[in-house]
């Protein structure tokens, strides 16, 4: 069997025998029947190791301030100390045991790699922060070990502070191997390792189109998740599905920023499911909230169109030409600072649905 949190710790007085590592460690994952007798093993140690190694996060020599004191603090704890941390710094809401409190622990300027072992910004609870990496100004990495979302706002962060940075599927898949390992007696690769995670960041990743109204997103963005085999979800659609009116008219009567309201809401229940292509309204890149959401879960496409291809027709907000025009210039700066990847929309819909496969596809290198 295997064992998460919060029972790493607790699962121990009820085992035959602990493996000497995960003694050390003081907390176990893996549980072993044989003969009758229950081994206690920890494989996430073994998983934590190879998510460093593969996001070249080093703990050697550095200050490494661990959040949280569970059963995979101490993991990380035991790590930082095999591998010749200059410090290791607990951190816990209470401060007790030696650990410094969350206050204490933002007067640590010198820390100099962050590891967050706690539950803050795991579903659903993905607007936690347990605390802003910004606050260090001698960090060189962080490394969260929560996976879902995909990338937790504290790995956001650090990632906007152009940060080597990482959630933890990758931790997850590589601790699995080594349980992997122990149940059937036989070894995986690293390439097995590296190819089941690119395949579950593809299968749970959304895929988020953004464009100027009328370029295509909806269209292209079905044909997309058929080839996908993904649910397609139009955030325009949805709004209209719950208030039973259309977004035109909706900024109509109750004006743009009620309306931008409703968006914000829809996409951030979209956006905490996997697994969909999204194709969302021309101006939710206005809010940051919304690209920061999508961000968790999702790889952002930008579907260029030249500006006099782009339909008008029944736009609230881009009625004409000229009040298409300055959208345009108001927002394609927008749709080029939050993309992943761009992509032109000039040809047929089959063509712009394939490009949108083989592009989402190429991000994570399979």
């Known amino acids: 069997v295997n064992v998460t949190i919060p029972y790493k710790q607790t699962v121990l007085p009820l085992l035959d025998e602990i493996d000497p590592r995960a003694a050390k460690i003081g907390a176990v994952n893996t549980v072993v029947n044989r003969g009758g007798r229950l081994i206690g093993y920890n494989t996430d140690i073994a998983g934590l190791d190879y998510l460093l190694a593969k996001n070249r996060i080093y703990l050697s020599e550095r200050i490494v301030m661990i959040l949280g004191t569970g059963g995979t603090s101490h993991t990380c704890a035991a790590l930082a100390r095999e591998q010749g941390a200059k410090e290791v710094l607990i951190v816990s809401r209470s401060g007790k045991n030696g650990a410094l409190t969350y206050h204490d622990a933002a007067l640590r300027r010198d820390v100099q790699v962050l590891l967050n072992t706690t539950p803050c910004g795991m579903f659903p609870d993905n607007d936690g922060l347990p605390i802003d990496p910004a606050l260090f100004p001698a960090l060189q990495a962080a490394a969260d070990v929560v996976y879902n979302p995909l990338q937790t706002a504290f790995v956001l962060r650090a990632f906007d502070l152009g940060l080597p940075c990482t959630g933890g599927l990758q931790m997850l898949v590589a601790q699995a191997r ?6 059937l007696g036989r070894t995986f690769a690293d390439e097995e390792v590296d190819q089941l995670t690119r395949e579950l960041r593809s299968e749970r990743s959304n895929c988020v189109l953004i464009a100027m109204p009328g370029a295509g997103k909806t269209t292209v963005g079905a044909a997309a998740a058929k080839l996908m085999g993904k649910t397609f979800v139009d955030t325009d659609e949805e709004i209209a599905r719950r208030t039973g009116r259309t977004p035109a008219e909706i900024i109509r009567a109750d004006g743009e920023d009620a309306f931008r309201v409703l968006e914000s809401t829809v996409i951030a229940e979209l956006s905490r499911q996997g697994g969909q292509v999204i194709a969302t309204g021309g101006g939710a890149v206005t809010r940051g909230e919304n690209m920061f959401r999508l961000r968790q879960n999702g790889v952002i496409l930008f579907l260029d169109r030249a500006l006099d291809q782009l339909a008008t027709e029944g736009r609230p907000l881009s009625g004409d030409f ?18 992943d990847l761009k992509l032109d929309n000039d040809d047929t819909i089959e063509t712009a649905a394939v490009r949108v496969k083989e592009a989402f596809h190429a991000h994570f290198g399979a």
């Open 178 to 183: 080594s349980a992997a390992e122990l149940f």
């Open 322 to 339: 000229e009040t298409l025009r300055r959208r345009w210039l108001e927002r394609y700066p927008l749709y080029r600072r939050y993309c």
